[in-house]
């Protein structure tokens, strides 16, 4: 199966800038497309950015301009580079990650999520 793990959440105040990263972990799998979504207190999980292996982006309205997505293929991991931060960016920050795994004759869909990470943004 695939694995991913979310790395650099925390504490920070408004306006500032935090780059979060994403891993995904596993043996014989390949990657159609990772990406970041959020739940704020009491809301449902939203979509915050995606990229394809391709690297086509996509963007919240609520972030574009301020955050970024990048991914590096080798490494299995993506970036998302959040600037400009408000507090209603306070959200559990969960990575996604589709694809396949098996083997070329047998390949399986997958569709995995992290655990999630605490992103705080102070006022």
């Known amino acids: 199966q695939v694995h991913v793990m979310e790395f650099g959440g925390g504490l920070v105040q408004a306006g500032d800038s935090l780059r979060i990263h994403c891993t995904a972990f596993g043996s014989t799998f390949t990657i159609n497309e990772m990406g970041w979504y959020r739940q704020p207190p009491e809301q449902r999980r939203q979509l915050v950015a995606t990229i394809t292996s391709g690297g086509i982006t996509n963007y919240a309205d609520s972030v574009k301009g301020r955050f970024t997505i990048s991914g590096d293929n080798a490494k299995k991991t993506i970036y998302l580079q959040m600037n400009t931060l408000t507090p209603d960016d306070t959200a559990v920050y969960f990575c996604?990650?589709?694809?396949?795994?098996?083997?070329?004759?047998?390949?399986?869909?997958?569709?995995?999520w992290g655990q999630g990470m605490q992103v705080t943004v102070s006022s």
């Open positions: 996604n990650a589709k694809g396949t795994y098996g083997s070329d004759d047998y390949p399986r869909p997958y569709d995995s």
